[in-house]
Structure formats: structure tokens, C-alpha cells
């Protein structure tokens, strides 16, 4: 009953917005209002047949999974050996790697530009590719630590006893205990770069342009409902997404560390 | 599962490996725009211009003002940028910290069409391309018979006889200075006053807005009444939209114009884009598309885009130079005062 | 764990950081200096600078403590739920950070703005109406809706481990819900919320667009002053010292919580 009445306000409060955005990507309006004058198609259309929409959101997407992998790669063995309770200067080093959450995106944008044009790294793909995993690192880093500070080490000494060598124990072991952690890790970090705009504003180039630097630059001259349209549409694709992974592999089983399977 | 990695970690060198390449291979004229009809604008007028004249297809990036300035600060003389549009504080800076080049008739043969005014404070470091005002918005419903005139207007909203429905712009918004400054020389020059007048407005304002987007959603959602904007949207959307109305009261605006310039170290071929930006044709192509007036003496605007078009006389340009040496002072006492 | 396997382990992150962020981060500190230390000497000494900074902690803090409240129990559902359950509740939890922020804006002034939803419904029902808009409410209520994920799935993370048979074990024993809670979810579920907690906090410190857009001339916060700078006065120096500033007192507070944390588990 309790949990009934939790659940029907958390959803209300979380799609309520929503809701709003949902209907006026309808409009037949030229302009957002609410309730709209009419409803038709023409918005969804236009921003789904616009090259200057459709390709930055391929490269929100391509960028998303480059930097989840990247700070994947990174965080998790990192996240390991934090979690150890021998490790020394524990408490620092993870400050350190949590450093760039705590950096204003609008300084640590500009510093970038200016540290990577000395490198040649100016604007391209390159240039945020380094950005964005510098910015996403924190988020796996943090998930996977606080999933792994709570798994059992005797599991791993004890397939370290039975003469598994450490990277099959890690491959076999570790990791799929830290499973939720990494899924976890890796929606934050695909969210974030997808969402992200500081650094992208000031190192994307006409070809590696992301979605939210499109649609920043669209609204600070034209205000019309395609970027009602364009939420919506990114909604649909995540849904899409949600549902492709519950049938082929089953949400739960892919936030499940091995342990309940 | 180690093959399963190893696939992943292929599949993720060649996401990687595949943009960059494509970024290596770009050997271009770059341009800025801003987005939406002004990237239509760039493409089928400016771009079009372009590709007669040379054969090639500019790269049209769009990006805005501030993010074009660090740019092309990061990069002094190799400017990953070609030809910029900027704003007008930023060109006079860009100007003042020797990234641009000068125009001259030589280099752009329209130049000699477009009046020294919109080039003289920047000391041709820059040219206007296109400018607006900033005008008076109103939910004809609510108020019928708007003051004429911007001095009542503030008293008006002073005394409450709007109630908490008016927005004005913050000083804190881009051009929120211009607008300070345009404020000021309606009081005799005297900021004391203007920044009263600020305060006083403060209870029966609604908000000052700070983005643009937030000011028309307020407008829009029927929130508030009153809003000051910029005039090309104003009437776009008082078109679409009987209930609202917008008019120049007296004495007129500030102009707030966008800025072409041509970075140094841009290749030769980029002063082709900004003869083309200020060929007449392109110029009457673009003012009707955008809905905001443009430079070139030689255009005879049709009547209709005549008729929503802020003529010249209705406006006044900023003193930039007293603007840039007064907007931190202004800044801090917005921050500490108004609130 | 021998210490060259930890160096090992720990290295690549580091090394990368060094050179992504350190490298930059040197850069921007160089830039706050350039004309000595007189930023940093008119932010502290300025009471005008101090009170930003701690109604930027204030609004972070109760953020953080809000979407705690409110996410705690969600993560508890989501961990347990299965199946379609799942991906409904992990849609609803992640639909609000792929609606861009300004149209998000807009449909929170539809339904807290004076002619908006909220309003009707309690004029409808007689009841005096509320000014919601544009205050530090609206702009709790609106980062609380966009970083909850954050919160939620840090918790939900560290609860998918744990085994229903322990805590059916418990109840058998004749554990009450309260005592299995303190006593089996609580602990297990410790590391996750610290973690929802630093990222939300994190967020919260740097995110002024929502700031601009849900809030007024009294809401302002370090993050919104930094913006000014670049965007209005052009003073890249005050910009980056503010910002320096603004990392300083959050590595202050990511610290204590690393201590805490250790202190406090055995």
C-alpha cells in the first residue's frame, strides 16, 4: 500500500515534466506553448529529416560508448585496488581521481581547449574523446568502488587458493561480482557524456559536433518546438534501448552480480 | 569471455579511429553561424555565394560568440576558425587583442557599400552584418494601451500597475550591459539612476531574464504580460500569436548587432565568404530569412519585410568602448543591489 | 595485495588524470595567478563572495540530502523488481536526463507557474496560491528530478547483491522489518549511498543552467558567478580563481567523507 502510494508520486513527480515536453513536441505551433493551439507531425518530421540534428546525435551516441569503454578500462582496476583496506593514502588517491567532478565543467572546458591546442588536439574528435572520458572517469570510479567495498575478498583468495591465476580470477571472479557496479558506472557515464555541454561546446568541430551543443546553439536564436521534438525522440531511442536489452538479455540479469544468478 | 574483450576493445579502437581520420581529412574554409534559420541563411545564401565564386563548399560550424573568442585564443595566428561571426564586445576584444585581420575595400570589394557606422568602433577590425533591437513585448489582452514611451514604462512598473507580470533583461544576460547603457542615456547618463530604477522594479518583476529561451517560455506560458526582447522574434511571434503585441516605444532601442570578422592567419579565400556575406543579394536574402535589417546600402528591402524591419533611425549604438571599462563595476553592484 | 599490484592497478587512472586533467587543471590555477593573488584576496575577503559560497553548499547539501530521501526507496524497489518491472522503473528514472533543460524548464513553469497545473488544482479546491516559480524551491525540486538517477541507481547497485534469503532468513528468526533493515539493508547498502550522495553533491555545486533558468535575482551561486565572468565581463581571471575556489571546497569535502568513511566502517 505504502510502496503502491511511493511509487504512483515518484512517478508522477518524475514524468510530469515530461509529460508537458511530450505534448508540445506535437504542436502545429511555431512556438512552444501549453496546451498547444493543435497537433500535428511537423516538428518530429523536420528535426528527424535535419542532418544538422541526426548527425550530432550519431555522434552523442558513438562518444557515449567511447568514453563508458574508456573510463571503464581505467576505473575498474582502479576502483580494486581502492577498495583493498591495506592501501595506503587510500582516502587521497581517491579524492584525486574523483577531482573531476569537483572542477567547474566551464573552466575545466576552456583549460582543456587551451592544454590540448599546445598538444595539436584542438577540436575533433580527439579532443573530446580525452575531454569527456576525463569527465565520466569519477562516475565509474565511484559506482564500482562502492560495489566493491562490499564484496567478500575471501571469494577471490579462495580462487586465488584453488591455483586460478589472477587474471582468470579476476576475469571469472572479480568481475562479475562487480557487474552492478560497472552497469551502473557505465549508464552514468554514457548519460553524462550525452547530456554534456562545456566541453563539447569548445571542442567540437563541423564534423564531430554532439547533440546537446546542436540543440544549445539551435535554442539561443530560434526558439521553436524541435527541441521539444529532438527529447522526445532521444526518450523513444532510450526506450528502445531498454527494451533490446531486456529481451535479449534481461535487465535484471545484466545489473545482477554473478553472486544471485 | 577474454574474446568477448578482445572484440570490445577492437570495436572501441575503431570508434575512436574512425572520426579522427575523418577529422584529419578536412582541408576547408570555415565559417561560423548561429543555428536554425540562421543556418539556413548561411547555406543558401552566404554558402551559395561562396561556391559560385570558387567552386568550394565552406564548413559552416555553428557556435556561438564566447566560445568562438576562446578558440581562437587557444589557437593565436592558426585559427581553426576562418570567418566568425561574434558579438559586438567580443569582436572589439578580438580586435583590441590583435587576433583579426582589417577589412579593407581591397580585400572586400562590398565594403565600400556598407556605411563607416557599422564599422567604426571596430576600427574595421569587424563589420555589422545584420542588426535588431531590443523592443517591448505585451499580452494585448491583459494591457490594451501600453505606455509609448520606455521612462513610463518604468514608472509604471514601478508603481505596480502591472503587478509581478514583467520581464525586463538582466544586466547579467550577453547584451544585458547594452541595454544598461541604453537605459542610462534615457536618465541623463547617470547609472545611479538606472540602477534605482532596478531596484525599485525589482518587487513587481517577475524575474529579469538571463536566457533568452526562459524569457519567451514565461511569455508564452501566459506567466507574465510584459517582456522586453529582441524585436525579429518579437514580431514572429506576435504573428503567430494574435493576443500578443510588439512596438518601439519612444525613444527608440539600443542596436544589437552581429559582427563578421576574419581571423588572422585565416587563409586568403576566407575574405571571398565576407565579400559574399556583404553582396547585396546575399544580404536581401538573408534579411528575409532572418527578419532583421542588414548593411548594404544598395538593398531596397520589398515592402513587407519593410514593414517589420527596426529602420536605422529607431536605433542607437552603444558606446561600446565605455561599456566594456564599466561592466565589471555594473556586474558587482547587479549582483549586490539588485536582489 | 602486494603494493606493486596496487600501483599497477591504480597507475592507468592515474597517469591519464595527470595528463588530462592535472595538466589543465595547472593551466587554469597559472590563469587565476597571473596577476598574483588578488582574486583569491577580494573573494575571502568579502562577505558578499562567502555568503554565495555557502548558500552554493547550502542548496548542494539539501539537494543531496532530498534526492536521499526520496531516491532511497526507489533503489529498494528497483533492486528487487524483475523483469518488465525493471525496465519500467529504470525508464522512469533516467527519461528526465535526456529531455534538454530548457524544455524541462518549461514544463516545470507549466506546472508550478501561477496560471500552471498546481495552481488550478489548488484553486479548484479553494485553496490561496503559491508562488513556486523562480526561487531556491524551484530550484531544488528541479535538480532533485534530474539527478535522483545518480542517487538511485549508486544505491541500487550495492542492494542487487543482496540475497533475499538472508533477509527471509532474518524474518523467520523473528526479525522485525525495522531491526532486518538496520541490521542487513542498511550496511550492505552504506558504500552506495555515499557514492549517490558524492555524485549528487558534486552536480548540484557545479550546475547553474537550471540555477539561471528556475531561479531569480536572490538565487545565486558560485557556479552562475563563474558563467558571468566569462560570459559578461570577460574577466577570465576571477573566472578561474572563483573556480578554483569551487574545486578547493569540493576536494574538501570528497576528503572528509573519504576519511569518515573509513573511520566509521570497521
Given amino acids: ?38 497537433y500535428s507531425l511537423r516538428w518530429l518530421t523536420r528535426v528527424l529529416a535535419d542532418p544538422s540534428f541526426m548527425r550530432p546525435l550519431a555522434n552523442s551516441i558513438l562518444l557515449g560508448l567511447a568514453a563508458a569503454c574508456a573510463a571503464a578500462i581505467l576505473a575498474v582496476p582502479a576502483a580494486l585496488a581502492l577498495a583493498r583496506r591495506q592501501m595506503r593514502h587510500a582516502a587521497e588517491i581517491e579524492s584525486f581521481l574523483l577531482s573531476p567532478l569537483s ?20 577540436s575533433g574528435f580527439a579532443g573530446l574523446f580525452v575531454g569527456h572520458t576525463v569527465v565520466v572517469l569519477p562516475y565509474m570510479l565511484r559506482t564500482v568502488l562502492a560495489v566493491a567495498r562490499g564484496v567478500d575478498p575471501a571469494l577471490e583468495e579462495a580462487a586465488h587458493t584453488l591455483g586460478a591465476d589472477p587474471w582468470r580470477s579476476f576475469i571469472h571472479v572479480t568481475l562479475p561480482t562487480l557487474r552492478p557496479g560497472i552497469v ?26 554532439t547533440l546537446p551543443v546542436a540543440i544549445l546553439n539551435h535554442v539561443a536564436h530560434n526558439y521553436d518546438p524541435a527541441i521539444a521534438a529532438i527529447s522526445l525522440i532521444k526518450i523513444v531511442l532510450v526506450i528502445a534501448v531498454l527494451l ?12 545482477l552480480s554473478r553472486a544471485r544468478r | ?77 592558426n585559427p581553426p576558425i576562418h570567418v566568425a561571426v561574434l558579438s559586438e ?68 512598473v514601478i508603481a505596480g500597475k502591472y503587478g509581478k507580470r514583467v520581464s525586463f533583461p538582466s544586466l547579467t544576460m550577453p547584451w544585458g550591459p547594452m541595454f544598461t547603457w541604453f537605459l542610462t542615456t534615457l536618465y541623463d547618463g547617470s547609472e545611479d539612476v538606472v540602477f534605482q530604477k532596478y531596484k525599485a522594479m525589482l518587487p513587481n518583476m517577475a524575474k529579469y531574464w538571463v536566457s533568452p529561451v526562459d524569457a519567451l517560455n514565461m511569455f508564452a506560458a501566459k506567466e507574465i504580460d510584459i517582456l522586453v526582447y529582441w524585436d525579429g522574434r518579437a514580431y514572429a511571434f506576435a504573428e503567430e500569436n494574435k493576443w500578443a503585441k510588439a512596438y518601439i516605444p519612444a525613444p527608440g532601442a539600443f542596436q544589437s548587432a552581429a559582427m563578421l570578422a576574419k581571423p588572422k592567419g585565416a587563409p586568403e579565400l576566407a575574405w571571398q565568404y565576407v565579400d559574399c556575406v556583404l553582396s547585396p543579394k546575399a544580404q536581401l536574402g538573408h534579411s528575409h530569412t532572418v527578419k532583421y535589417p542588414i548593411v548594404n546600402s544598395k538593398v531596397e528591402y520589398p515592402a513587407d519585410l519593410k514593414a517589420i524591419l527596426t529602420p536605422l533611425e529607431k536605433v542607437r549604438q552603444p558606446d561600446f568602448a565605455r561599456i566594456i571599462e564599466r561592466v565589471p563595476n555594473w556586474l558587482d553592484r547587479w549582483n549586490r543591489e539588485i536582489r | 595485495m602486494r603494493r606493486w599490484t596496487a600501483a599497477l592497478l591504480i597507475g592507468p587512472a592515474v597517469l591519464f588524470l595527470v595528463g588530462g586533467f592535472v595538466g589543465p587543471l595547472t593551466l587554469a590555477l597559472g590563469e587565476s595567478l597571473r596577476g598574483g593573488i588578488g582574486p583569491y584576496v577580494r573573494i575571502f575577503g568579502d562577505s558578499y563572495y562567502l555568503e554565495v559560497i555557502a548558500a552554493t553548499l547550502a542548496l548542494s547539501g539539501t539537494v543531496t540530502l532530498a534526492a536521499l530521501a526520496v531516491g532511497y526507496p526507489y533503489a ?52 490561496p496560491k503559491l508562488d513556486l516559480l523562480n526561487s531556491w524551491t524551484a530550484i531544488g525540486i528541479a535538480l532533485v528530478h534530474v539527478l535522483l538517477p545518480f542517487m538511485v541507481l549508486s544505491i541500487a547497485a550495492t542492494l542487487e547483491d543482496l540475497d533475499p534469503a538472508l533477509e527471509e532468513a532474518a524474518a523467520t528468526l523473528g526479525a522485525r522489518p525495522l531491526r532486518r533493515f538496520i541490521h542487513i539493508v542498511a550496511p550492505l547498502s552504506l558504500h552506495g549511498a555515499v557514492t549517490g550522495a558524492i555524485l549528487v553533491f558534486a552536480l548540484c555545486m557545479g550546475s547553474f543552467v537550471t540555477v539561471m533558468m528556475m531561479g531569480d535575482n536572490r538565487t545565486m551561486v558560485l557556479p552562475l558567478l563563474v558563467y558571468q565572468q566569462l560570459s559578461v565581463a570577460g574577466d577570465g581571471v576571477f573566472a578561474a580563481a572563483l573556480g578554483m575556489v569551487l574545486l578547493a571546497t569540493v576536494l574538501a569535502v570528497f576528503w572528509l567523507q573519504a576519511r569518515a568513511v573509513r573511520t566509521l566502517t570497521p
Avoid at chain 1, 106 to 121: C, D, E, K, Q, V
Avoid at chain 2, 46 to 65: H, M, Q
Avoid at chain 2, 113 to 118: A, G, I, L, R, S
Fill in chain 1, 184 to 209: 551502473a558506472g557505465a549508464l552514468f557515464a554514457f548519460l553524462v557524456s550525452f547530456d554534456e555541454v562545456a566541453v563539447a561546446l569548445l571542442m567540437s568541430s563541423v564534423g564531430s559536433m
Fill in chain 1, 1 to 38: 500500500m505504502i510502496r503502491r502510494l511511493y511509487m504512483t508520486l515518484a512517478g508522477a513527480f518524475l514524468l510530469a515534466p515530461l509529460i508537458v515536453v511530450g505534448v508540445v513536441a506535437f504542436t502545429s505551433a511555431s512556438f512552444v506553448s501549453f496546451p498547444p493551439p493543435g
Fill in chain 2, 89 to 156: 564586445i567580443d569582436a572589439i576584444r578580438a580586435g583590441q587583442e590583435g587576433l583579426l585581420d582589417k577589412l579593407t575595400v581591397e580585400k572586400v570589394p562590398n565594403l565600400k557599400d556598407v556605411p563607416e557606422v557599422f564599422r567604426k568602433q571596430w576600427n574595421d577590425f569587424a563589420t555589422i552584418q545584420n542588426f535588431g533591437a531590443m523592443i517591448v513585448m505585451v499580452n494585448g489582452e491583459k494591457v490594451p494601451n501600453p505606455p509609448q514611451d520606455w521612462k513610463t514604462l518604468i514608472d509604471e
Fill in chain 2, 1 to 77: 569471455m577474454r574474446d568477448s574483450i578482445r572484440r570490445l576493445a577492437a570495436a572501441s579502437v575503431l570508434l575512436i579511429a574512425l572520426p579522427v581520420a575523418g577529422a584529419l581529412a578536412q582541408d576547408k574554409i570555415v565559417v561560423t553561424s548561429s543555428g536554425g534559420v540562421w543556418l539556413d541563411s548561411a547555406k543558401n545564401n552566404f554558402a551559395t555565394c561562396f561556391k559560385e565564386r570558387t567552386g568550394k563548399d565552406p564548413e559552416i560550424l555553428v557556435s556561438a560568440s564566447n566560445e568562438i573568442m576562446q578558440r581562437l585564443r587557444a589557437s593565436p595566428g
Fill in chain 3, 76 to 127: 529498494l524497489i528497483l533492486a528487487r523488481a524483475q523483469g518488465w518491472a525493471k525496465t519500467v522503473l529504470l525508464f522512469l528514472l533516467v527519461a528526465p536526463l535526456l529531455v534538454n533543460v530548457v524544455v524541462r524548464s518549461f514544463g516545470w513553469m507549466v506546472i508550478f507557474g501561477r496560471s500552471g497545473l498546481v495552481n488550478a488544482a489548488l484553486d479548484l479546491v479553494g485553496l
Fill in chain 1, 103 to 122: 572542477l567547474p565543467a566551464l573552466i575545466l572546458s576552456i583549460a582543456l581547449l587551451f592544454y590540448l591546442s599546445r598538444l595539436g588536439l584542438g
Fill in chain 1, 244 to 255: 533490446a536489452l531486456e529481451l535479449f538479455f534481461g535487465l535484471d540479469r545484466l545489473m
